[in-house]
């Protein structure tokens, strides 16, 4: 693979806020509908310092995903590369030349990082197991997926503060008072949720007793 001389230099901005009126999950309400694909990762564990944080990422600015065998990643110039996984070019070499295309420097870098998940499915790519393969074409989400997010909200639960993160390039205005403001409306959207059409499972009763017994 040769990929693109494609790199981004971010440097950090920040601000604190008390956080003791505010919890992730009524930021995230707020702020869920400014930008697609945000995410919120919150800590149950409010009582020790180490353990006491939560994050809400907001507004993609680079991605890399692995689904059925090649990977796709996006970057902040809209671009896309797509490229098969092979025996000379991993997951782990995706991923790590993905990385290292990118540099932040400032405060709070250690939480700029990349955001996502790894699916129980992608284990075929790091193991010799069978995966059952399914697709829905409606939302074919790929087996790897991770983001560099341009906006981090931190959650200090131990000590009630709230910083917010911004990555910015070279020249470019910051855009940390408009979320600010959207943090502290009293109004978001709220949606209604209900389901269409007929339950259905993809196992009969006996093979879902059959497991049962395993």
Known sequence: ??????KGDYRTNCKRLLGDLHTPVSIYLKVRDMYPQSVLMESSDFHAGENSLSFIALCPLASIGINRGIVTMSYP???KEEAPLTET???ADALNGFIGR???AGENTNVCGLYGYTTFNAVKYFEQ???KESRDETNDAPDILYILYKYIILFNHFKNELTLVELLSDGEASGLSELEAEI???NY???NFSAKGVA???LTDEEHKANVRR
């Open 184 to 186: 502290g409306n009293r």
């Open 189 to 191: 959207a709220s949606y």
């Open 129 to 131: 197991i069978p995966v």
């Open 200 to 202: 259905t499972s993809t």
């Open 102 to 104: 990118f540099k932040v």
């Open 89 to 91: 070019f991993t997951v």
């Open 77 to 79: 110039d809209n671009s």
């Open 1 to 6: 693979m040769n990929p693109k001389s494609i």
